[in-house]
């Protein structure tokens, strides 16, 4: 644009040097610099009119490179926007996963916890039932004291189950592990109750040939000679083939007879 108003001036310049010469040309003819100075006037006249174009496509360029450097400005301004962004969907994934780790973590853990709660199936004596697991669980932990010889440990644990689980399928099981433990502590009167419960409630249970056996000498041991000869006289008569119908014979040998009528 500074080029442009350069040429302006020269031209205004060589048109003020033509002004006073128009005259004298008017009334002399023109003169060889009239001509001259007329065609270079042309020349400028047209030049000028070059200057303009060319300043109007260079106002042109301008405003496009002006457009271009805004635009530039508005892509970085985007690019940077666009990376925040990313950015912020990065967190709030990052988010997302651990709130659905936590929450896959939380339903294992109901999922667990509801687990040990539900009924299983154990097979007792033969027969498939279903059991709670804490059921489960605290009569495993009272007999396994009873299969270690445990038994004051035992006596308590299966006491308490008994307890606490009055209608369970381990029941049988648990009274004779009771009343076996009991015999071994020498608690001789505690163990004939808790086996004649035995037999009493559970008279099909596969222990009952020990759980006679054992009664029978606890009632000797509590000098009940007669009702050990009647239990043993039972083993025999339910129970013939059984493990230990052998040795029950042998210990019914030792005592007196029943006594007749009874």
């Known amino acids: 644009m500074r080029l442009a108003q350069s040429v302006v001036a020269i031209a205004l310049g060589g048109a003020a040097l033509l002004s006073p010469l128009s005259v004298p040309a008017q009334l002399f003819g023109e003169s060889q610099e009239t001509r001259a100075l007329r065609a270079q006037a042309a020349q400028m ?14 106002d042109r360029i301008e405003a496009t490179v002006r457009g271009q ?24 994934a990052n988010e997302l996963a ?5 929450q896959i973590e ?17 097979e007792i004596n033969g027969r498939s039932v279903k059991v709670d697991p804490s059921e489960r669980r605290r009569f495993e932990a009272a ?25 369970s399928p ?18 001789f009167k505690s163990s004939s ?5 035995l037999l009493a409630r559970f008279p099909e249970s596969p222990k009952m040939p020990e759980a006679l056996l054992t009664l029978a000498s606890a ?29 029950a014979r042998e210990r019914l040998q030792g005592l007196p007879p029943a006594p007749t009528g009874r």
């Open 143 to 167: 007999s396994a004291l009873f299969t270690a010889k445990e038994y004051r440990s035992a006596q308590v644990a299966l006491a308490g189950f008994i307890t606490d689980f009055a209608d």
């Open 69 to 92: 450097l805004e635009l530039q400005l508005r892509v970085d301004q985007l690019m940077q926007e666009l990376a925040r962004l990313r950015g912020s969907l990065e967190e709030q």
């Open 193 to 197: 109750e808790n086996l004649m419960t």
């Open 219 to 247: 009632q000797t041991e509590l000098n009940d000679r007669r009702a050990a000869r009647r239990t043993l006289e039972l083993l025999l008569s339910r129970f013939p083939d059984s493990a230990v119908s052998g040795l």
């Open 45 to 58: 006249s047209e030049l000028q009119a070059r200057i303009d174009t060319l300043g109007t496509r260079i």
């Open 98 to 102: 651990n709130t659905q780790r936590k």
């Open 106 to 122: 939380i339903q294992n853990s109901i999922e667990a916890r509801l687990q040990r709660l539900e009924p299983v199936a154990v």
């Open 170 to 187: 381990y029941l049988a099981q648990a009274f004779f592990e009771l009343g076996v433990s009991q015999y071994f502590l020498k608690d």
